[in-house]
């Protein structure tokens, strides 16, 4: 059954990538645009720290770490699950009943049948941040490093997945959930910074509320000598408990989901 | 008269289409609000134990910061976007057939956009931030009516900017892209990401030559009274120069993109 499923990911991905190389000026593109959109937000930090040496104790190549790390998961996010923003275009214009009769578990096929290949400038972006300065603060990287950092990005794409799923699923029943969504996601960036810097409410909030920290910060205390170490271990399990609760909630929206009528 | 008329009618219609997605305005604040709220953080703890950095205090920070968040929520988005969906779903054929001069009329639902921006969001939020967070008030009357003029200029260009990046669609089909590539470059350049005196000198001599500036670190220096009075006038008539040049190479442009699609036909 598992193997059914991955095979049929592969077969999406691939006729995805077959029709990107069709149209490459227009992905070229958002390739570049997404890269360039990156890069502007890391030079926020690397203007401040022209003026400033450090900042309570973190250094450039820390608080870049904490950023990058941020940054890397996000765009494993957008590349694999860009489709929950389109969820209440589907529902709205009717096409997501097409989905829920596919032979297919609904989510699955949701989640597969659009890449977003335009995240690759992000990922670029994101992978260069990341080795950069786990090079610079640790001396010796050894593979272990590199697979633990691994799974924590990937958990921190599936945790951003379920945070934005969640309130997204308000649009089987109201219409204007798009901007809600598009708050819920700002209160992420918060997490792009070490949680020092913050107060005990938003340290609070962006751990357990919206736990983006466990996207960003915790799986990077793994590598700092900052403290958290017993948190970063937490992360998977973070990712997997958040998958839980976003199932729950799809599976009940799904099934008391009456469409708009087309 | 049968113009102006027509001219007014436009902008309210495009005033009461903005007010009728108020739900838009709202997550607009809401995201200015939690921007506002990081910088706020992250500034603090950069300025622990300093009273000033490149001749700006917390204080004259916090100020810029909620200020440049006011004016670049505005400017992120404009009407380039609302540009290459009409020239994707091909709705742009029928503004071009009309006789009323296409950049006018996408300028006057620019117009619309800002005003009832500055009146639903932006002035309350001014006021508001004065009251509750410590916005300085301007340093005087006359820094307040230069920094009013100054950020229309500036508002003009960023219409200028959107609009060449709207008609560029004519030539690509991601439109998306280039708005990303747009909010990008416009956050750094025009100062509303990090005061552009932060800048190392070099990329500071670069910034110079762009317009984007003007947008933003220009008004607001001229609202904290950054720039010193006798060089006031000289900023303005900069900015004013920037003005005609991208009016003039924007219309140049446009031109060129609009027979470029008759000749193609369709």
Same mark, same amino acid.
């Given at each position: 059954?598992?193997?059914?499923?991955?095979?049929?990911?592969?077969?999406?991905?691939?006729?995805? #990538?077959?029709?990107?190389?069709?149209?490459?000026?227009?992905?070229?593109?958002?390739?570049?645009?997404?890269?360039?959109?990156?890069?502007?937000?890391?030079?926020?930090?690397?203007?401040?720290?022209?003026?400033?040496?450090?900042?309570?104790?973190?250094?450039?190549?820390? #608080?870049?770490?904490?950023?990058?790390?941020?940054?890397?998961?996000?765009?494993?996010?957008?590349?694999?699950?860009?489709?929950?923003?389109?969820?209440?275009?589907?529902? !709205?214009?009717? $096409?997501?009943?097409?989905?829920?009769?596919?032979?297919?578990?609904?989510?699955?096929?949701?989640?597969?049948?659009?890449?977003?290949?335009? $995240?690759?400038? =992000?990922?670029?972006?994101?992978? $260069?941040?990341?080795?950069?300065?786990?090079? =610079?603060?640790?001396?010796?990287?050894?593979?272990?490093?590199?697979?633990?950092?691994?799974?924590?990005?990937?958990?921190?794409?599936?945790?951003?997945?379920?945070?934005?799923?969640?309130?997204?699923?308000?649009?089987?029943?109201?219409?204007?959930? !798009? =901007?809600?969504?598009?708050?819920?996601?700002?209160?992420?960036?918060?997490?792009?910074?070490?949680?020092?810097?913050?107060?005990?409410?938003?340290?609070?909030?962006?751990?357990?509320?919206?736990?983006?920290?466990?996207?960003?910060?915790?799986? $990077?205390?793994?590598?700092?000598?900052?403290?958290?170490?017993?948190?970063?271990?937490?992360?998977?399990?973070?990712?997997?408990?958040?998958?839980?609760?976003?199932?729950?909630?799809?599976?009940?929206?799904?099934?008391?989901?009456?469409?708009?009528?087309? | 008269?049968?113009?102006?008329?027509?001219?007014?009618?436009?902008?309210?219609?495009?005033?009461?289409?903005?007010?009728?997605?108020?739900?838009?305005?709202?997550?607009?604040?809401?995201?200015?609000?939690?921007?506002?709220?990081?910088?706020?953080?992250?500034?603090?703890?950069?300025?622990?134990?300093?009273?000033?950095?490149?001749?700006?205090?917390?204080?004259?920070?916090?100020?810029?910061?909620?200020?440049?968040?006011?004016?670049?929520?505005?400017?992120?988005?404009?009407?380039?976007?609302?540009?290459?969906?009409?020239?994707?779903?091909?709705?742009?054929?029928?503004?071009?057939?009309?006789?009323?001069?296409?950049?006018?009329?996408?300028?006057?639902?620019?117009?619309?956009?800002?005003?009832?921006?500055?009146?639903?969001?932006?002035?309350?939020?001014?006021?508001?931030?004065?009251?509750?967070?410590?916005?300085?008030?301007?340093?005087?009357?006359?820094?307040?009516?230069?920094?009013?003029?100054?950020?229309?200029?500036?508002?003009?260009?960023?219409?200028?900017?959107?609009?060449?990046?709207?008609?560029?669609?004519?030539?690509?089909?991601?439109?998306?892209?280039?708005?990303?590539?747009?909010?990008?470059?416009?956050?750094?350049?025009?100062?509303?990401?990090?005061?552009?005196?932060?800048?190392?000198?070099?990329?500071?001599?670069?910034?110079?030559?762009?317009?984007?500036?003007?947008?933003?670190?220009?008004?607001?220096?001229?609202?904290?009274?950054?720039?010193?009075?006798?060089?006031?006038?000289?900023?303005?008539?900069?900015?004013?120069?920037?003005?005609?040049?991208?009016?003039?190479?924007?219309?140049?442009?446009?031109?060129?993109?609009?027979?470029?699609?008759?000749?193609?036909?369709?």
């Amino acid at each position: 059954m598992l193997l059914r499923y991955i095979k049929i990911y592969l077969a999406f991905f691939n006729q995805i #990538i077959k029709s990107a190389l069709q149209y490459k000026a227009d992905y070229a593109i958002g390739i570049c645009s997404t890269f360039i959109m990156e890069i502007s937000k890391f030079l926020f930090i690397w203007v401040v720290f022209k003026n400033i040496n450090n900042i309570h104790g973190w250094s450039f190549y820390e #608080i870049a770490f904490v950023f990058g790390v941020f940054t890397l998961s996000k765009a494993f996010f957008e590349f694999l699950f860009h489709n929950v923003w389109d969820l209440e275009y589907f529902v !709205r214009v009717g $096409a997501f009943d097409t989905m829920l009769i596919k032979p297919v578990n609904t989510l699955f096929y949701f989640c597969s049948f659009k890449i977003n290949i335009g $995240a690759i400038g =992000e990922l670029v972006v994101g992978f $260069a941040i990341v080795f950069k300065s786990l090079f =610079e603060i640790k001396q010796h990287v050894n593979i272990i490093d590199i697979s633990v950092l691994l799974l924590f990005v990937i958990s921190g794409a599936f945790i951003f997945f379920a945070i934005i799923m969640i309130p997204s699923t308000i649009c089987f029943r109201f219409i204007a959930s !798009r =901007e809600f969504v598009r708050s819920v996601q700002e209160v992420g960036s918060f997490a792009q910074f070490p949680l020092n810097f913050y107060n005990k409410f938003i340290k609070i909030f962006i751990s357990i509320v919206l736990p983006y920290s466990f996207a960003s910060f915790y799986p $990077a205390s793994y590598f700092l000598d900052k403290g958290f170490f017993n948190a970063s271990l937490l992360t998977p399990v973070v990712a997997i408990l958040l998958w839980a609760i976003m199932l729950k909630i799809w599976n009940y929206s799904i099934r008391n989901y009456s469409s708009t009528g087309s | 008269m049968q113009k102006v008329a027509k001219i007014i009618e436009l902008v309210k219609m495009r005033i009461k289409a903005n007010v009728a997605y108020s739900a838009f305005m709202w997550s607009y604040l809401i995201v200015g609000i939690i921007q506002v709220v990081i910088f706020y953080f992250i500034w603090t703890a950069v300025y622990a134990g300093k009273s000033s950095i490149n001749g700006f205090t917390l204080k004259q920070m916090i100020t810029y910061i909620i200020l440049s968040r006011i004016l670049v929520s505005q400017v992120s988005w404009g009407i380039n976007i609302f540009i290459s969906t009409k020239i994707r779903d091909g709705s742009i054929a029928t503004d071009l057939l009309r006789p009323f001069d296409f950049q006018f009329y996408i300028y006057l639902l620019r117009t619309g956009d800002l005003l009832c921006y500055f009146l639903i969001n932006g002035i309350p939020a001014f006021l508001f931030s004065i009251v509750a967070f410590g916005l300085q008030a301007p340093t005087s009357i006359t820094s307040f009516v230069l920094f009013v003029v100054s950020l229309l200029i500036g508002v003009t260009i960023s219409f200028f900017v959107e609009f060449f990046v709207g008609v560029l669609s004519f030539y690509s089909k991601n439109g998306w892209g280039l708005q990303y590539t747009k909010m990008a470059v416009l956050d750094f350049f025009s100062g509303a990401m990090v005061p552009l005196a932060f800048l190392p000198g070099w990329l500071n001599k670069i910034v110079n030559l762009l317009p984007f500036k003007d947008i933003i670190y220009t008004p607001i220096s001229i609202y904290m009274g950054v720039v010193p009075d006798d060089q006031v006038v000289k900023v303005l008539v900069r900015q004013t120069i920037w003005l005609f040049a991208l009016l003039v190479f924007t219309r140049i442009f446009y031109k060129i993109a609009v027979r470029k699609i008759t000749v193609q036909g369709g």
